[in-house]
């Protein structure tokens, strides 16, 4: 009988210690973040995706399935990412890159340069904007080692890498549409177009395991719906949620918010095919119709800078600028030096009524306000303003003709450097020059800009070339929106970017 108690006391010792161990060992994992947590967030912003594919689209970079050579800083400079170092020895028409040891694709393939080369042949035979910007002869892989001959000497080529579409894919997967394998630190497990995008952590991820189990990015072009879906608890980021709501979310101690400045300008484009819009006189007296403090402050909500220019004033290469004069007296001067007269409240010349279309879209909420305050005041002159609210504003404004005038946002410094913007939007092939902006003299600079290589001078040229446009206004600038973002205070190690490439990250955490 002592016997039989014996061992039930000691069953009983060892469950008990069974039953100790296992709880310790489950707190430890629930405390340090092991295997056993599920930690999600959902993120929701106002980037549409019809496609993952990493050379047309800018998602899977934000998403942070794909990664590029280099990357830019907050403070506009250039450094290693998939690429450890590079050099040009020959005024940048040959550029040499070591692509970045013990790095590998979310196949367990090993990234090295015969991959990028493939990576980069696939994107400038995919994309015309790629292939021109990059200007590739040819390329020449070895080992970790990747040589580009270019077309002509490009000597700021790096930063030309940084633009989420020169992201690194492995080729030889299929689903590049649905789910292109790159090197980030999420892998897509699921996707819908335009709606929705579940993504899983890549455990082996070269630059340490992510915090998070899964991801889910969604997309609502609804301010007010993506407000909603913070404070319900039905998204844990949002992605500038409706502007008027950030002081009420500042309000709530469950939600943080994040405001930057960035990169991105609003502007009032020309249709220089149109007769009308090649006066200068026109152009001035349609950019003193849009009073730029206004719109900071009531379109807005003070979350942004008057723009005098293209770039941040804070960018080295944004020039000083002539003082400006906005309102309805000084636009109607500008008309009547057109040959504009008023007569039964309608602006004529040789007795036709000035009427013009002004194409925008709804992609940014604060873009259609902007037209209409722009509608108004024209109304005032009596001037004829026909909005045209657009799904698809780059492929109207590259295939149609029947537009004037359109309010467009556009990363003006992306990459570090002005070199993107004055060649994308200026230059005669450009995929931004939907206004066909030709100037010869703008030409000759912006190609003095891109042969030289010393940075000083490519800053002064890049003034110099931003000054022409400004007198001859080629285009005029409003705004620079801020980057903001609202989110659970659960929400750890989230950063909003000037640059809007970087979203999901390795170190993006959930917890108390």
Not at 333 to 344: D, S
Not at 350 to 364: A, F, M, Q
């Amino acid at each position: 009988m002592k016997f039989m108690k014996s061992k039930c006391m000691m069953l009983i010792m060892v469950l008990s210690f069974v039953l100790v161990a296992c709880s310790s060992h489950d707190n430890e994992e629930t405390n340090t973040g092991g295997e056993s947590e599920n930690k999600e967030i959902t993120f929701l912003s106002n980037f549409p995706f019809e496609t993952m594919d990493p050379h047309l689209n800018w998602t899977p970079m934000r998403a942070g399935v794909v990664e590029t050579l280099v990357k830019i800083t907050e403070d506009y400079n250039i450094e290693p990412w998939l690429a450890s170092e590079w050099e040009t020895k020959d005024n940048g028409q040959t550029w040499t890159f070591k692509i970045t040891e013990n790095v590998t694709f979310q196949n367990g393939k090993t990234l090295d340069a015969e991959a990028v080369k493939a990576s980069f042949e696939r994107n400038i035979q995919n994309s015309a904007k790629m292939k021109a910007a990059l200007s590739i002869e040819s390329m020449e892989a070895e080992g970790q080692k990747l040589t580009f001959r270019l077309e002509k000497a490009l000597p700021q080529f790096p930063s030309e890498l940084v633009h989420p579409n020169a992201s690194i894919i492995d080729v030889t997967e299929e689903n590049m549409e649905t789910a292109p394998i790159g090197t980030g630190p999420f892998q897509v497990a699921t996707f819908e177009a335009g709606t929705k995008l579940e993504l899983n952590r890549y455990d082996d991820y070269w630059g340490g395991k992510p915090k998070l189990n899964k991801v889910t990015f969604t997309y609502n072009e609804d301010a007010n719906a993506r407000t909603a879906a913070l404070q319900s608890g039905d998204a844990d980021i949002v992605y500038r949620p409706a502007i008027e709501s950030l002081e009420l979310l500042k309000q709530d101690k469950s939600i943080a918010t994040e405001v930057v400045p960035s990169t991105r300008t609003t502007m009032l484009m020309f249709n220089m095919n149109v007769e009308t819009t090649q006066d200068e006189n026109i152009r001035r007296a349609l950019e003193a119709l849009i009073h730029r403090e206004e719109v900071v402050s009531s379109v807005m909500a003070g979350q942004a800078e008057v723009s005098q220019g293209p770039f941040l004033a804070d960018a080295p290469f944004s020039p000083s600028y002539e003082e400006k004069e906005f309102g309805e007296e000084i636009a109607k001067e500008y008309l009547q030096t057109a040959g504009f007269v008023m007569e039964n409240g309608k602006a004529l010349k040789d007795g036709n009524p000035l009427e013009l279309t002004l194409v925008t879209y709804n992609y940014r909420p604060d873009l259609p306000i902007v037209a209409q305050i722009l509608e108004s005041n024209a109304k005032e002159l009596g001037i004829t303003m026909d909005i045209q609210i657009v799904e698809n504003i780059d492929e109207y404004l590259k295939t149609k003709d029947d537009w004037d005038l359109a309010i467009y946002s556009a990363n003006t410094a992306p990459r570090g450097d002005a070199g993107y913007f004055l060649n994308a939007v200026y230059m005669e092939n450009g995929a931004l020059n939907f206004g066909e902006v030709r100037d010869q003299n703008l030409v000759n600079v912006i190609h003095e800009f891109n042969g030289t290589a010393e940075i000083e001078k490519r800053n002064e040229l890049a003034k110099e070339a931003v000054t022409i446009i400004d007198e001859n206004r080629y285009h005029s600038f409003v705004v620079h929106p801020s980057n903001y973002a609202a989110y659970k205070n659960t929400v750890k190690n989230y950063q909003i970017s000037k640059s809007e490439f970087y979203v999901i990250t390795k170190d993006i955490d959930i917890g108390e």
